[in-house]
């Protein structure tokens, strides 16, 4: 079995990780948000591990475009889950979902799985 990287391919911080998981001899399999989907079955377990507030990127492009109180009615994991599924770019990235069911967010290989 394979780590699974969830994201979208012209993200920066998707490419490293890519980079990176391939320089390790790694091979993965990569789900492109834009042209899949957001899986949100997946999105569930990923809330139930990580919490919606992990998983949210209110720093981003997407986040800061969307209505005020649209952002202010992100108030928990029902909420932020809409968001997410309604714009799969609110969401932090890479969601990396390894072959030990262990799920990891952003680029950050000191805190990956060996």
């Given amino acids: 079995m394979h780590p699974i990287v969830y994201g979208i391919p012209n993200c920066d911080t998707v490419k490293k990780a890519r980079t990176w998981l391939t320089d390790q001899g790694l091979q993965a399999t ?5 042209k ?8 569930d377990t990923w ?3 990580l919490g919606w507030e992990t998983l949210l990127n ?8 969307l209505d ?8 928990d994991s029902a909420s932020a889950k ?3 599924l309604a714009h799969a770019s609110c969401i932090k990235r890479p969601v990396i979902v390894w072959p030990s069911g262990h799920i990891t967010v952003g680029f950050k ?6």
């Fill in 47 to 49: 809330l139930a591990q």
């Fill in 30 to 34: 990569f789900h492109d948000f834009k």
């Fill in 68 to 75: 005020h109180s649209l952002q202010a009615g992100v108030s």
């Fill in 109 to 114: 290989p000191e805190q990956w799985p060996a």
């Fill in 36 to 43: 899949q989907g957001v899986p949100a079955a997946e999105l």
């Fill in 82 to 84: 809409a968001v997410m």
């Fill in 58 to 65: 209110r720093q981003g492009t997407t986040w800061r475009k």
